[in-house]
């Protein structure tokens, strides 16, 4: 599975944001995929994680009732809809599937960087005024 991310820019507080992921390789859709972030100086963290196979989905308290997940599976896309943006979701935003025939289907699991094993280049968000 090869992800490549795409849609960051610089956007003022408040405004929004889709970020797409871009999916190739054969059923792709049988695993699982998420965005992580990771801001200057900082660790790179878990925002959102998507289960095709179920639409069941996980998203970070910190982003919670603002960011909303969603796969097209005809367009092999993973979407990553970002409202209300505020300065501190500034961060490389980065795609990532987990590529394994077997995983757990729980939060604890999908919220893991070490969960994953694809990884598309990040795509840069910067919220600003």
């Known amino acids: 599975v090869q992800l490549q991310a795409s849609g960051g820019g610089e956007v003022q507080p408040g405004g929004s944001l889709r970020l797409s992921c871009s999916a190739s390789g054969p059923s792709f859709t049988n695993y699982p995929m998420g965005w992580f972030r990771q801001a200057p100086g900082k660790e790179r963290e878990f925002v959102t994680a998507?289960?095709?196979?179920?639409?069941?989905?996980y998203l970070a308290d910190s982003v919670k009732d603002r960011f909303t997940v969603s796969g097209d599976n005809a367009k092999n896309t993973l979407y990553l809809q970002m409202n209300s943006l505020k300065p501190e979701d500034t961060a490389v935003y980065y795609c990532?599937?987990?590529?394994?025939?077997?995983?757990?289907?729980?939060?604890?699991?999908?919220?893991?960087?070490?969960?994953?094993?694809?990884w598309g280049r990040g795509t840069q968000v910067t919220v600003s005024s």
């Open positions: 998507f289960v095709w196979s179920s639409g069941r989905t």
């Open positions: 990532a599937a987990v590529v394994k025939e077997s995983y757990v289907s729980a939060r604890y699991y999908f919220t893991k960087e070490t969960s994953y094993n694809a």
